[in-house]
């Protein structure tokens, strides 16, 4: 059996199961109450949301929640990692704007979700699968592969994904390294120049998304030089493709010489990029400097903190945030609740800094960007905030929640979800 299609069968064999037996699920219709009937939770659910805005807490306790994807009649589906996690599907049928159903299925955690055709598409570490949809809330039909055979990695594996609407998918494939030392995050350790990585890691690649059963070999790179791109998503504005990358870490732990822990803690910043085929970001030649507003030679590859060099030459961010919050989901905005000034703009969730250590840890928030015709119109401002729930936090493990999903619903309401415990928001406006 080809390496390509035994991995297939065996992505099949773990999403499916071995049991013959049908999964049953109850047929309930969702609610099609106004949302004006929602009742907002008290202290908006443990979060902290500007004037105007209230959240309910759609779901709870549902295991490490990753993306998530909403229905056309208001169905959510959820992504949970781990090897048991699988996909959670939830439906509100009451119309209070919590899920009164919930079920599993999947049986194989991952983190990108999506709806395209008909199809809930989801990834696995190793692959993109799709379901058919039919009218129950759980897919009847085995899932079918679209895109198989990524190796398995011990950091970075995760495959989010997004569609352009004309047929195309496009993948992050994360690189499993920090820098592409020649030992890894080994203090004074050189980078390999050129990095092998990068001909199947640190890039976003474009499959068919109808295709089935493709080689992740067989897909264009669409670009290169991004480390871990979790955050994606697709402006129809812009007919674009936007990502907003991980930083790479330890500046001052590999490199005491030339860097400090305050410099390892603010820098780099993470970056948004608009992205076209054929675009080099630099990684991992290259970091953007915030402080100084340029990209700047990493110590690998013989920079100094200060020299350019060859990074004039790869791709500038269009907006960037603070070091090492962590950017994992982005969507825009396409709804007409919220108002004006957020449509077209774009959400991003982050999920929070491990590295800033002596310092306090940042992120743990959703912040917004505004745009105008498809581009940034500003520098970000935060938007959800509280999910830490601990005021000076020294460690990731002392977070309350942190944010990992977004989603838009069809009512225009903002989905938040959350990977501690498994707790989904459901994000409204009620006017000032």
């Avoid at 109808?210 to 994606?232: F, V």
């Avoid at 953007?288 to 030679?297: A, E, F, I, Q, T």
């Avoid at 060099?309 to 269009?318: A, L, Q």
């Avoid at 960007?369 to 959800?384: N, Q, R, S």
Wanted: one cysteine or more; proline letters at 7%; a negative charge.
């Amino acid at each position: 059996m080809a390496t390509g299609r035994r991995c297939a069968w065996i992505v099949l064999v773990l999403l499916t199961g071995c049991a013959s037996a049908p999964v049953v699920v109850p047929v309930v219709e969702p609610s099609s109450r106004n949302e004006g009937d929602v009742t907002c939770a008290p202290g908006n659910g443990d979060i902290e949301l500007p004037s105007g805005f209230c959240a309910i807490v759609f779901a709870d306790r549902l295991g490490k929640a990753r993306h998530l994807a909403v229905r056309d009649n208001g169905d959510v589906f959820v992504a949970i990692q781990g090897r048991k996690g699988g996909i959670v599907a939830l439906r509100d049928v009451d119309g209070d704007g919590a899920a009164d159903v919930r079920e599993s299925f999947g049986g194989l955690g991952g983190t990108g979700i999506d709806i395209h055709d008909g199809y809930l598409y989801f990834s696995p570490d190793v692959a993109v699968v799709r379901f058919a949809l039919g009218d129950a809330l759980v897919p009847a039909s085995a899932p079918e592969i679209i895109v198989g055979g990524f190796p398995e990695q011990k950091t970075h594996a995760a495959k989010p994904f997004v569609f352009d609407g004309k047929g195309n998918l496009y993948v992050n494939i994360g690189a499993p390294s920090n820098a592409c030392q020649e030992v890894d995050r080994a203090p004074g350790a050189p980078g390999q120049d050129p990095c092998p990585l990068l001909e199947g890691y640190g890039g976003i690649w474009q499959y068919r998304a109808d295709g089935l059963e493709q080689h992740y070999r067989q897909g264009n790179r669409y670009a290169t030089g991004i480390r871990n791109a979790m955050a994606l998503d697709w402006n129809d504005e812009a007919d674009r493709l936007f990502v907003v990358q991980h930083g790479r870490d330890q500046l001052s732990e590999i490199f005491p010489r030339l860097y400090d822990d305050r410099e390892r803690a603010e820098l780099p910043a993470e970056e948004m990029f608009a992205v076209d085929d054929g675009d080099d970001f630099g990684w991992p030649y290259c970091y953007y400097d915030h402080l100084k507003g340029k990209k700047v030679l990493g110590p690998e590859y013989g920079g100094d903190g200060k020299r350019t060099g060859r990074c004039s030459n790869t791709g500038e961010p269009v907006v960037h945030f603070p070091a090492h919050w962590a950017p994992n989901d982005l969507v825009f905005y396409d709804g007409v609740q919220f108002p004006a000034r957020f449509r077209g703009g774009a959400f991003v969730a982050f999920h929070g800094s491990w590295n800033r250590q002596p310092f306090e840890q940042q992120g743990y928030q959703v912040a917004f960007v505004p745009f105008v015709e498809g581009l940034p119109a500003g520098a970000h401002e935060i938007f959800a905030d509280g999910f830490a729930g601990v005021r000076d936090l020294r460690s990731p493990q002392e977070a309350r929640y942190r944010p990992t999903g977004l989603a838009v619903s069809p009512d225009g309401s903002l989905y938040v979800a959350d990977s501690v415990r498994g707790r989904i928001w459901r994000i409204f406006y009620r006017g000032q």
